[in-house]
C-alpha cells in the first residue's frame, strides 16, 4: 500500500487534467482505507488476545479435568481389586 502512495505523489504533480483530479480522489480513498485498515488490524489484535486467553484456560481446565480423571480411573481399579478378591475368596 505504501507503494501505491508513493506512486500517487510522484505522479500528480507531472500528471495535469482530470487524471491528477483522479490521483487526488484515488490517494484520499486509500488514506481512508489504510486508516480503516488500521482500526481492523487493531480490532483483530484485541480479539485475539482474548481468545488466545480462552484458549489458555479451557487448556488448563482440561489438563485439571485430565488429572480428576486419572485419579478416579485409579480408585476405580483399586475398587474392582478389592470387589474381586471378596468374589474370589
Avoid: C
Avoid at 6 to 19: L, N
Amino acid at each position: 500500500m505504501r507503494f501505491v502512495y508513493s506512486m500517487v505523489d510522484h505522479w500528480s504533480p507531472v500528471v495535469s487534467g482530470s487524471i491528477a483530479d483522479e490521483l487526488v480522489v484515488a490517494h484520499a480513498e486509500l488514506a481512508q482505507m489504510d486508516a480503516k485498515f488500521s482500526i481492523l488490524r487493531s480490532e483483530f489484535e484485541v480479539r485475539e488476545t482474548e481468545l488466545v486467553a480462552k484458549v489458555q484456560e479451557i487448556e488448563l481446565q482440561l489438563a485439571n479435568l485430565r488429572k480428576a480423571a486419572g485419579r478416579a480411573r485409579e480408585r476405580g481399579f483399586s475398587f474392582w481389586k478389592f470387589v474381586r478378591f471378596f468374589i474370589y475368596v
